[in-house]
């Protein structure tokens, strides 16, 4: 069946990627979801595994030690590990989708060879640093400045919120380095070890809370020129290209945060009995179960249709956009219904429910609000009807 040019029918690329993920979710990650969550560790192990597998180079050419996987390959690998454990899948996105994208997609050829090995066999975790405590989605108020001294950059300020902070090695960090420009922004490489590069405050986090978030202090950090990505001037433009990108990620660990808690759902439901009958027998139950797998398999086909497009290198702002926004509000309705079918278990830690209800709200947050996305679509859809006038 096509639509468009999109085959929904998975390859066979696509089905060998997703139960090579199915398995490594369900023998690696189930056992130790709440170890990790309860405790906030981070889980060294677990990235390293990642890495043999390839997941944490998946989409980049295997010159530079990547898999070769093609976005549809990674949206089904997303879906897997988040069906299991979403701060994993956050982690595999941040690192795949940000750090590692914008050196491929920017950096020249000297960059890829000395960054990308290390970073797709997942030797080093990479960071992504745009957001400060005064500018997120609104980048121009971005303060940490990149100022030239000789052949080296000088980088002053601080970054929030960066996945990966505390435990990364190699950043790709956004600086002002015109502030006369409204967005005279650069994107520059920085290593962990640099003098006056460090990290802060670690975040005590709501969910997700195996996955490392903390800030990033910038004191005097000298850079080489030679770490610039592109030229000064581009960072902005570089950081909305490698975002289109990553909302497809987040869109994949949307769906699979949501088909994880529905799954949970119906296993419930069929083993839990009330007046002396199974919980799935209530039509009320029936109906809520209906309306989740619906949403979650509209959500699956959005994301799949934006990673197509990637794949076939079209435009796909507008899809992504579409896909991150629907998908990550779909799975914070379905995550809110499982706690709902689960009674008064969905509020213990004894049962997924509690866990994908907290880790679903940073989806419509992270890589653009749900509102960012509202803009974005409204933007391009207004566009498109002056195009055609």
């Known amino acids: 069946m096509e639509e468009a040019g999109f085959d929904v029918r998975p390859t066979e690329s696509m089905l060998m990627v997703q139960q090579l993920a199915r398995d490594f979710a369900e023998k690696e990650l189930r056992p130790l979801v709440m170890k990790y969550d309860e405790s906030q560790e981070f889980p060294f192990e677990t990235a390293s595994k990642l890495g043999a597998l390839g997941f944490l180079g998946a989409t980049f050419p295997e010159e530079f030690g990547g898999a070769g996987l093609s976005p549809l390959d990674f949206s089904v690998l997303v879906e897997e590990i988040s069906k299991v454990d979403p701060s994993v899948g956050l982690g595999v996105c941040a690192h795949n989708g940000l750090c590692v994208s914008h050196i491929f997609l920017f950096g020249n050829e000297d960059q890829k060879k000395k960054y990308l090995p290390d970073l797709c066999s997942g030797k080093k975790l990479g960071g992504w640093g745009l957001t400060e405590s005064s500018s997120g989605s609104d980048a121009g108020g971005m303060r940490t400045t990149a100022v030239k001294e000789g052949d080296e950059w000088i980088i002053n300020g601080s970054k929030t919120f960066i996945t990966h902070g505390s435990v990364g090695q190699t950043f790709v960090v956004l600086a002002v ?84 808690a529905l799954d949970a759902s119906v296993k419930y439901a069929k083993e839990r009995r009330q007046f002396g009958k199974p919980l799935s027998d209530f039509q009320a139950i029936q109906f809520k179960l209906a309306d989740m797998a619906l949403e979650i398999e509209a959500a699956r086909l959005m994301t799949r249709k934006a990673a197509f497009l990637k794949t076939q290198g079209e435009s796909f702002t507008l899809a992504a956009a579409q896909a991150k926004y629907f998908a990550s509000e779909v799975a914070t309705r379905v995550a809110n219904e499982a706690v709902q079918i689960h009674g008064g278990y969905g509020f213990i830690k004894d049962f997924p429910a509690e866990k994908f209800y907290r880790d679903v709200k940073l989806l419509t947050i992270g890589e653009g609000t ?12 207004l566009n498109d009807f002056a195009n055609t006038r």
């Not at 920085?190 to 910038?218: Q, W």
């Not at 996305?373 to 859809?381: F, P, S």
């Open 370 to 381: 749900s509102e960012v996305q509202k803009m974005v679509i409204a933007r391009n859809l």
């Open 177 to 260: 380095t015109d502030p006369s420009k409204p967005h005279g922004i650069s994107a520059f490489i920085l290593e962990k070890g640099m003098p006056g590069f460090s990290a802060g405050k670690k975040e005590n986090k709501l969910g997700m809370r195996a996955s490392d978030t903390a800030s990033l202090i910038f004191d005097n950090v000298r850079v080489p020129a030679e770490n610039l990505i592109g030229s000064t001037g581009q960072g902005f433009k570089q950081a909305l290209q490698v975002l289109d990108g990553g909302r497809i990620g987040i869109a994949a660990l949307s769906v699979g945060l949501a088909q994880g």
